[in-house]
């Protein structure tokens, strides 16, 4: 007799509207509803599997069972993504490609971006003194580009910043939007992939020489398994795929400012400089405000796990906001507790803000560290180094449009820094 289960199932031709509508709830209401950490419903016209959990992470983390060609819907690859980006990869193509991103990543390499990230943060400083009101997320983003740009060797004339700063922001705003803010989303990426497209072109014709580490120089001359060069679209998206998420910092910039804000005791706490206090608290603003929703990734071959049959290339969606708010791993998860983390036991599979499983032969996110390190540079200068009024504004957050950001974007006043 065969053991397969069914999972359950939700009725209907097709519920992408819902997850349109209800964002980062969306697996997690059904997963209450259903009181199943699996279920399958009907995405973009097809079947499509959904999953939470701790077990699920592990599952979804397997490579033999899981592959990401073909798993993105093409909005997200024409905004977020781009073509032939590691994303996409799989299997020995996807490892060799992963091994350059990581190489880039070297705590070396992370020093750099630390302390060009500490000048950028006490020039931003200095301006913000000056200024009546300060739109931090808009602030932080301009701030995170001319850091990206600096680091991945990617010269910009002053003149461009705000044009760049607004064309590599639309990429990530607009992922999961429709309409006009989408297509704003797809002109931005066309636009910055010619860009350094071009740049990639030059650096290869000796016409621009960026230093030996940094991504543009690297992405420049990376040969592929077969010794190839990329080719000058392909070197762009994964130039574009160390500008763009650095930038997307400027998002947990505006979270650490209104964890601040809302748990004012935490300051206190902060005040000794006491590195580990500073990342655990950094930990937590990346468990608790929603970011990424879910990751998606198609079957490999059809495989059965806990009675449940999953067939070749069916949609998964792995429930990113719900298992870092899934009461059978966090005590609590309402609640901001950095503390939470002094016992926290390191897993790849229950903690997972930026994907989980391993960072080479996996998805796991290639800036983990950078966005760990800037954060904890940003929580210094935003609790220890300067003073400010948060003035009344709509601080709230959604847990619908993706990404979330506060609808003030945060504003402060009267910044002053300490001596
Ligand atoms: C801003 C905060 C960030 C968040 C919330 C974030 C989140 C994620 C997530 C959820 C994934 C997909 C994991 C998966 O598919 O299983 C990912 C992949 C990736 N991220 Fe990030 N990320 C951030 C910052 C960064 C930074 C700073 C960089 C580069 C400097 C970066 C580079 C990448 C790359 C290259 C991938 C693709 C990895 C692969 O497919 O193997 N991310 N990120």
Known sequence: MSNTKQMPQEEGIDHSLSLIREGYMYIMNRRHSFNSNIFETRLLGKKAICMGGREAVEVFYDTEKFKRKGAAPNRVVQTLFGRNGVQALDGQIHKHRKEMFMSIMSP????????????????????????????????????????ACKWAGVPVKEGKVKMLTKNLGAMF???????PKHWLGRHARNYIEIWVGELIDKVRAGKVNPPENTALHRFAWYRDLEGNLLDTETAAVEVINILRPIVAISIFINFIALALHHYPEEREKLKSNDEKYAQMFVQEVRRFYPFFPFVAALVKKDFTWKGFKFKEDTLTLLDVYGINHDPEIWEKPELFNPDRFAKWEGSPFSFIPQGGGDYMMGHRCAGEWVTIEVMKVSLDFLSNRMEYLVPEQDLSFSRVSMPSIPHSKVVIKNVKQKI
């Open 173 to 179: 705003e607009s992922a999961a939007a429709i309409g």
């Open 108 to 147: 070396d390499e992370i020093e750099k971006l630390i302390d060009i990230l500490k000048i950028q943060w006490q020039i931003a400083a200095n301006k913000w003194e000056q200024m009546d009101k300060v739109i931090l997320y808009e602030e932080a983003k301009e701030m995170m580009c001319r850091i």
